[in-house]
Nanobody, 123 residues
Framework: QVQLVESGGGLVQDGGSLRLSCAASGGTFGRYTMGWFRQTPGKDREFVAAITWISGRTYYADSVKGRFTISRDNAKNTVFLQMNSLKAEDTAVYYC????????????????WGQGTQVTVSS
């Protein structure tokens, strides 16, 4: 089982930036895909972005394309989510997750999750 620990959330003004980190341990990451999801109260978890560990290929939800960037540091087993031009509708708890194999946009296909980090964008 892979352990994931997110950090970097907080309160930011509309138009501001935040960088989330997700430190992973307990796995062999060669065949993994790391994903970021977010959730607001009363709603399902929503796919945000994903990156394949070896190739570094990236995937984004339409709502964040051009504003968010996912990246990874293989040596540190850490994935990042750089969030720019934040909007009030980006307010959510952000989770990182991991799965073996290629990208999936569905949270049910990611077996391991972090505890989440709150991002609040004030308008």
């Amino acid at each position: 089982q892979v352990q994931l620990v997110e950090s970097g959330g907080g309160l930011v003004q509309d138009g501001g930036s935040l960088r989330l980190s997700c430190a992973a341990s307990g796995g062999t990451f060669g065949r993994y895909t790391m994903g970021w999801f977010r959730q607001t109260p009363g709603k399902d978890r929503e796919f945000v972005a994903a990156i394949t560990w070896i190739s570094g290929r990236t995937y984004y939800a339409d709502s964040v394309k051009g504003r968010f960037t996912i990246s990874r540091d293989n040596a540190k087993n850490t994935v990042f989510l750089q969030m720019n031009s934040l909007k009030a509708e980006d307010t959510a708890v952000y989770y990182c997750a991991v799965r073996v194999g290629g990208t999936s946009y569905y949270d049910g296909q990611y077996p391991d999750w972090g505890q989440g980090t709150q991002v609040t964008v004030s308008s």
